[in-house]
């Protein structure tokens, strides 16, 4: 048989019969105790109970009264119960405190790269005089920052900081963890040197030279050690959804990055196929499963209530890990690759519904009927926001896979306004709501000012809607006067510099709401602000075991 | 299955033998397949091996990240109209043979430049237009790179290339010098020319099978 017929046909058999043996399981019920499961990351006297500790006293018994107004928020858990939490808690506070440090620190300085590459991309004669500076490098020293510093700093904090929840036992080797983070920060910031002064690998996504590299994919590594070891220990009879994300994450990262950067094993047009196998895989196998993981915890936890479907989560690890990981080659469409491997992508990539769908419909039937309790709970409002936004970052990938959509977003705009709305508008929102949740915890300490999380919020918002819609329609403009011969190039050029202007201000209302979240941040860090110690943490019965008897604030 | 394990309940081992496998498979169809397709793509007979020197502006051209704004890939005629505006015919896997690291770059900020060696074969030209791309295309947005050239009041040493400006550019007493780094890149852009014609797609043997691109 022709060899693009097989390969083809293999691949989508493969894909259906899996997911006909999948469907007849659950329809069997093979899938076990899903209730259980679910309702692992709650202790039994919690169910029902809400958790927030960016909330306010007030908030908090509004969002109890939103939820199940029978139970009393500052009702607490038993006091065994709360002591195992306080010591699970504490056995991540260090490494925890140190990644999400250094990522606030690398998300302050990429929200600068990127409304410096943004201002420059209307104003081409702004700021010209240094070489570091010039577009071609601040523009990869910003998502640079952002993939690596940021995100995956801030991701790994999270996931390190929910395995002793999710087990239900202390951290174990945090130390390694702490090692891998220090050794990846190390490689961040040489990278970023290397990219300013001009040793760029020159491919997207892969920019650091090898020889960097290896410190983020030892760190990597090493991050993982405490995962394995507290598997080891777990006090859990199920592994809660959060933790496959979080396990399949930490392995396939450094193989990932090991296999990309490779010095000279890639070549030519292979190694554009490479590129997008991992440039897509970086976003599909490394901070989207960080991005569910915490999400899926934490939605459920602060409204106190199992996620809707255990089953579903199940078929929307397995389908998004399958499907994701082949999606890559729609970078490609129309270049100069094998035809069989872009229909391949792009069959996947509308796959992919699949999974969005199977996460979308249990994130959001979790919270349906609950929205009031967004108003009351500062982190549910960031991340169920995120789960929106992977829903609409999802659906919209799959669209621009179609080849008819392609051939106007490709090369264009379009496509970075997109970009922004996976790795931003659902990763980074995912990644502040649950920064706001943690960091109580981690600090002993409550967030000093509760209005500057709203301002936060508003600010951020309302710059990304500019900038994500301003450079959608600019970007499809731009594609549609590329397609259409009658139109010089550079009018296509013209007609994008109001929509780049638009983009220029909504970054920087961005980057303003991410001052104010550092600045909160560090305010917290010093303890800045009334000592408001209380309710909002554990409730009375940790409250007595802490601060001895009769210590209520 | 009624002892509390199900065949799908979720155990360390299944997690991670299971992201292994679709890691694998994965990475099979889209690393090591092109790999054994491609390894052994002949370069077309029109093809030049780069020189040292445009090897030297290539690194250039990666150094300050021209791929981010400029393609390296025209599309068939049935995508997208590259061919009639002079960016050259749909580029095959051969005309790649020499370029590691790979340029294709995913955005057109600015024009795409596979061919722009055919198009703009001016040192002086490529040389004026990095140095103020203004001058040469209004409405362009794209940064100079003034960083790649030498001002200097008075006159040029022997040896030295003086950029030919436009007179809205050239102030009296002063000369701009393009130091190695600029004439290295433009020799590496004067050599951007796939206008031969090109070979199948790609030379894997498929016996009367059809193939979309002649």
Not at chain 1, 382 to 389: K, N, R, S, W
């Amino acid at each position: 048989m022709d060899f693009t017929v097989s390969v083809l046909l293999g691949t989508f058999l493969l894909s259906i019969g899996a997911l006909f043996i999948f469907i007849w399981s659950m329809s069997k019920g093979l899938f076990g105790d899903g209730v259980a499961a679910a309702t692992e990351i709650f202790e039994p006297s919690e169910l029902g109970m809400v958790e927030d500790p960016a909330a306010t006293q007030a908030q908090k018994g509004r969002l109890q009264q939103a939820m199940r107004p029978s139970m009393d928020a500052n009702q607490s858990m038993t006091v065994e119960d709360a002591d195992s939490r306080v010591r699970a808690d504490r056995s991540t506070s260090l490494v925890v405190g140190v990644c999400l440090t250094l990522a606030v620190i690398w998300l302050v300085l990429a929200s600068f790269a990127g409304l410096i590459s943004s201002i420059k991309l209307h104003s081409p004669d702004w700021w010209v005089q240094f070489e570091w500076l010039t577009f071609g490098r601040i523009r990869p020293i910003h998502l640079n920052l952002i993939g690596y510093g940021w995100c995956s700093l801030a991701g790994i904090g999270v996931a390190i900081w929910m395995i002793p929840r999710l087990l239900k036992t202390e951290l174990v080797g945090a130390q390694y963890a702490l090692l891998g983070g220090a050794l990846w920060s190390i490689g961040v910031t040489a990278g970023i040197v290397a990219i300013a002064t001009g040793h760029s690998d020159g491919l997207e996504w892969l920019e650091f030279p090898w020889q960097i590299d290896i410190l983020l994919v030892v760190g990597g590594a090493l991050v993982g050690f405490p995962l394995w070891l507290t598997l080891l220990q777990r006090k859990v009879k199920h592994l809660y959804v959060s933790v496959w994300y979080i396990a399949a994450g930490l392995l396939w990262f450094p193989i990932l990055f090991l296999v990309a950067n490779w010095p000279g094993l890639h070549f030519g047009v292979q190694e554009a196929t490479m590129n997008w196998w991992f440039g897509h895989n970086v976003l599909g196998l490394w901070f989207t499963p960080l991005g569910l993981a915490a999400s899926y915890y934490f939605i459920p936890k602060v409204l106190g209530k199992p996620i809707h479907s255990y089953n579903l989560s199940l078929l929307g690890f397995w389908s998004l890990a399958f499907f994701y990981s082949q999606v890559g080659g729609h970078h490609l469409i129309g270049g100069p690759v094998p035809s069989w491997l872009v229909t391949i992508s792009i069959v996947q990539s509308m796959m992919m519904i699949i999974p969005v769908f199977a996460v979308a419909v249990n994130q959001h039937m979790t919270v349906l009927g609950n929205f009031r309790a967004l108003n009351h709970s500062p982190t549910l409002r960031f991340i169920v926001l995120g789960a929106m936004m992977y829903t609409a970052a999802s659906v919209q990938g799959s669209l621009e896979a179609l080849r008819a959509v392609n051939a106007v977003t490709h090369f264009t705009h379009y496509t970075v306004a997109h970009a922004h709305l996976g790795l931003y508008g659902f990763f980074t929102m995912v990644m502040f709501g649950s920064i706001y949740f943690i960091m109580p915890r981690v600090m002993n300490w409550e967030w000093p000012y509760p209005k500057l999380i709203s301002l936060h919020f508003w600010l951020v918002l309302v710059g990304f809607g500019i900038y994500f819609i301003w450079l959608t329609i600019g970007g499809w403009f731009q594609g549609l006067a590329m397609l259409d011969e009658n139109t010089t190039f550079m009018q296509s050029v013209a007609l994008t510099l109001p929509y780049l202007e638009a983009r220029s201000i909504g970054g920087a209302l961005m980057t303003l709401g991410h001052l104010v979240f550092a600045l909160h941040f560090f305010a917290m860090g010093w303890k800045f602000g009334p000592k408001r110690l209380g309710a909002t943490l554990l409730g009375t019965a940790w409250m007595t075991r802490l601060l001895g008897k009769g210590a209520t604030a | 299955m009624s002892a509390g394990k199900s065949f799908w309940e979720m155990d360390e081992l299944r997690l991670i033998s299971g992201a292994m496998v679709i890691l694998g498979l994965a990475t099979g169809l889209l690393v090591v397949m092109p790999y054994l397709l491609l390894e052994n793509v002949e370069p077309p007979a029109g093809l030049k091996a780069y020189s040292t020197q445009q090897l030297a502006g290539r690194q250039v051209y990666i150094a300050n990240g021209c791929v981010y704004c400029h393609s390296q890939q025209p599309r068939d005629i049935k995508l997208a109209p590259d061919a009639k505006r002079g960016w050259g015919r749909a580029s095959v896997a051969g005309d790649y043979a020499y370029d590691t690291p790979h340029l294709l770059g995913t955005m057109r900020t600015g024009p795409d430049l596979l061919n722009i060696g055919a198009r703009q074969p001016s040192v002086d030209w490529h040389l004026g237009h990095l140095y103020q791309p203004r001058a040469y295309t209004p409405g362009s947005t794209m940064p100079p790179y003034a960083f790649l050239f030498e001002v200097r009041q008075g006159e040029a040493k022997p040896g030295e290339k003086v950029v030919n400006l436009p007179p809205s550019l050239a102030k009296p007493g002063q000369v701009v010098i393009a130091k190695p780094e600029a004439l290295a890149l433009v020799d590496y852009l004067i050599s951007l020319d796939r206008t031969y014609p090109a070979l199948a797609p790609l030379p894997v043997k498929q016996p009367a099978s059809s193939k979309e691109q002649p």
